[in-house]
């Protein structure tokens, strides 16, 4: 192999070395049969929620995450092999992705990943991603938290009432 071929190899190694290493998340995906426009659509999607994704070939990936001290990776990387790394919500990306799967029928498949420094499989992917987003957590706890306190001030006002209406008729 030629010099110059073999060192654009190990930039690409070091690439996708540091793209896992300073990511939250990397999930593996296949996307063979993605249409260009749902490919850019998807990609949009992923920079919106501060990821990219990044098409890759199989044995660079590995090496990398041989790299990064990532074993067994070769499970995740056989036929066409794309990966979304995350650099803040490391569930985002899989959410993105399974919308992606679900409007495309199951073109944009999960092979695996890597999320918060753990190799997780396909089912925990599909598990995190169907989970609620950290906002509609949020959301729905603080409606359960005020949900007591409107019991109670309803109940103040309509005693306030009852009592303001019995003043009325004694007058």
Partial sequence: MKKDVLEAK??????????????KSAIV??????????MTKLRKAL?????????VKNNILVRAAN???????????????????ATKDPIEPSKILLKMSKATKGVVEFKGGVIDGKMVPVKTIETYASLPSRKELLSTLANVL??????????????AEKKSKAGNDAA
């Fill in 10 to 23: 190990k930039q690409e190694v070091k690439k996708f070395a540091d793209l896992l290493k300073n990511s």
């Fill in 29 to 38: 995906v296949n996307y063979r049969g993605l249409k260009v426009g749902q």
């Fill in 47 to 55: 920079y919106k929620a501060s990821s990219s994704f990044h098409v």
């Fill in 67 to 85: 790299e990064v001290g990532y074993k067994g990776f070769e499970k995740f990387s056989k036929g066409p092999t794309a990966v979304a790394f």
């Fill in 146 to 159: 005020q949900d007591p306190i409107r019991k109670v001030a309803l109940i103040v006002k309509a005693m």
